[in-house]
């Protein structure tokens, strides 16, 4: 696409699916102020910014704001669109949403992360923009001047999020989001052991440096997760952060259960919102899990994550 060609609203064809709406096109949206949201849904800082997209749409829907979010999956199994809807479901979105599967829309704006932000005038070209977390505020201003609003921010009223879309604690984040399968994988321990793409037996070492991972059992480090061949088996990470969750599906039918200890110990009242008190969790579908929050000072701890059935798949720690 050339400088000129991405000043202008791009086609938005190409969609397996669109959730909560017919397909549309930009000269359908001609006459309202449009803002482009890409989205994943496994995406822990997507997550992060959803109460702020949502809060927008509903409070300028009115004046001529259309919210179009646009899902383009990041791992295989995001790609079930009846995944995708659940999610949609469960972030409360009733916005449009294109599921572009095979990234025709995604390529068509020449997109390059999740999440990202375009804001077009009611002329279908492109005002503003913005990559990842933050900037709410401003963010808002341009909505409002595209539709040539001025009143009190939402933004500032009391836009928060709860579960897994509160706001990262980012003073006492010191753990890098972490990919397990083998094309972006970092930092595994011990490295001399790693066997890709073939099932391999690996063993917990004695001690696990910050923020290292480390597999027990039987696992087969593929390139996109590592997955788990014997009944049971184990991903340890030591980490420093309020936050920790795991982005898990299952190669099987029945669910898998699961539990988390920190520091050898159930996790208590630091427990995420997809675990109890005593760390028992159950893998269903594809998603991200909230496996910790710290209900007390945050500080450098080991998680346990042990599985009950073969079958689970790992492929990407992230925190918050």
Not at 104 to 113: E, G, K, L
Not at 119 to 129: K, P, Q
Not at 146 to 171: C, H, I, P, Q, S
Request: proline letters at 6%.
């Amino acid at each position: 696409m050339t400088a000129s060609e991405r000043l202008h609203l791009p086609p938005l064809g190409g969609a397996a699916a669109w959730l909560n709406s017919e397909p549309l096109s930009p000269a359908e949206l001609r006459g309202h102020v449009v803002l482009i949201d890409f989205w994943t849904l496994t995406c822990i800082n997507w997550l992060r910014t959803a109460p702020y997209v949502r809060a927008w749409s509903r409070a300028y829907r009115d004046e001529g704001l259309a919210v179009i979010g646009v899902h383009t999956p990041e791992f295989s199994f995001e790609h079930d669109i009846d995944l995708v809807q659940r999610a949609a479901a469960d972030r409360e979105i009733d916005y449009p949403v294109a599921v572009d599967n095979d990234y025709r829309i995604w390529s068509a704006f020449d997109n390059h992360y999740w999440p990202a932000l375009y804001f077009a005038d009611r002329e279908g070209i492109f005002r503003d923009y913005h990559f990842g977390e933050g900037r709410y505020g401003q963010s808002e201003r341009s909505i409002q001047r595209l539709l040539g609003v001025e009143r009190d921010l939402v933004t500032t009223e009391g836009v928060e999020g709860v579960g897994v879309e509160k706001e990262a604690d980012w003073d006492h984040l010191r753990t890098p989001e972490t990919y397990l399968g083998y094309q972006q994988s970092e930092r595994f321990s011990p490295p001399e052991r790693v066997v890709l793409a073939a099932p391999s037996s690996y063993e917990l070492p004695t001690w696990l440096g910050f923020n290292q991972w480390a597999l027990a059992g039987e696992w087969t480090i593929g390139p996109e997760k590592v997955v788990l061949g014997d009944a049971e088996g184990s991903i340890a990470f030591r980490f420093d952060a309020r936050d920790a969750n795991l982005v898990l599906s299952a190669d099987v039918q029945e669910p898998i259960p699961f539990r988390v200890l920190v520091d050898d110990t159930a996790p208590g009242p630091s427990h995420g919102v997809d675990v109890d008190e005593n760390g028992n969790g159950l893998l269903r579908e594809g998603r991200m899990y909230q496996l910790v929050r710290e209900n007390n000072k945050v500080r450098e701890r080991t998680m346990t994550i042990s599985f009950f059935a073969p079958g689970a798949a790992a492929y990407v720690f992230t925190f918050g």
